[in-house]
T-cell receptor, first 113, second 112 residues
Framework: DAGVIQSPRHEVTEMGQEVTLRCKPISGHDYLFWYRQTMMRGLELLIYFNNNVPIDDSGMPEDRFSAKMPNASFSTLKIQPSEPRDSAVYFCASSLARAGGQFFGPGTRLTVL | GQSLEQPSEVTAVEGAIVQINCTYQ??????LSWYQQHDGGAPTFLSY????GLEETGRFSSFLSRSDSYGYLLLQELQMKDSASYFC?????????????FGTGTRLLVSP
């Protein structure tokens, strides 16, 4: 298996623009997680899905953030409009069980100017 | 709320043994995980403990004491490639959902 795939790997955009991050989980994994990592706040869980259904989105910072999982092999995290404070590395992870080990993608480094 | 404490940095030499401690405070505790992250890389799952005791995987072992709200990661026969950040993460139940919170990480520096 290719592991968790994320795109783009790097994104530079201007404040106010819409940003869409993409994730393909490991085939067969039924849990998908979105994280954000910054020096100031560390690694934060934003939202997670089980069988394509959002289970807990309490970590989503604001209404500007939204996430979807239209099918078992694809998820998106959208920021609209983006702000400089959204600059971070965004990771997607998938797992077979809620409490089991999570497999992380390579991350998307987002810079909002 | 939930809180995790782990040392910010640990140094050791090649071949040595190092222990990274993690104490936590949370209700609805479910389990404790450990992840490794090299600079510029993604977190990599190392271990998961739901029950008290020691779990061994090669050179790495992880321990949990639920009564003490404490766990540790033990790295043996240290190698230079083990220089990385190590995160403990607590899994707990909250409002019917299972949530995971990461610690702030321990930076391990292995020297020759």
């Amino acid at each position: 298996d290719a592991g968790v795939i994320q795109s783009p790997r790097h994104e530079v955009t201007e404040m106010g623009q819409e940003v869409t991050l993409r994730c393909k989980p490991i085939s067969g994994h039924d849990y998908l997680f979105w994280y954000r990592q910054t020096m100031m706040r560390g690694l934060e869980l934003l939202i997670y899905f089980n069988n394509n259904v959002p289970i807990d989105d309490s970590g989503m910072p604001e209404d500007r953030f939204s996430a979807k999982m239209p099918n078992a092999s694809f998820s998106t995290l959208k920021i609209q409009p983006s702000e400089p404070r959204d600059s971070a590395v965004y990771f997607c992870a998938s797992s077979l069980a809620r409490a089991g080990g999570q497999f992380f993608g390579p991350g998307t480094r987002l810079t909002v100017l | 709320g939930q809180s995790l404490e782990q040392p910010s940095e640990v140094t050791a030499v090649e071949g040595a043994i190092v222990q990274i401690n993690c104490t936590y405070q949370t209700s609805g505790f479910y389990g404790l995980s450990w992840y490794q992250q090299h600079d510029g890389g993604a977190p990599t799952f190392l271990s998961y403990n739901a029950l008290d005791g020691l779990e061994e995987t090669g050179r790495f072992s992880s321990f949990l004491s639920r009564s003490d709200s404490y766990g540790y990661l033990l790295l043996q026969e240290l190698q230079m490639k083990d220089s990385a950040s190590y995160f403990c993460a607590v899994i707990f139940m909250n409002t019917g959902f299972q949530k995971l919170v990461f610690g702030t990480g321990t930076r391990l520096l292995v020297s020759p």
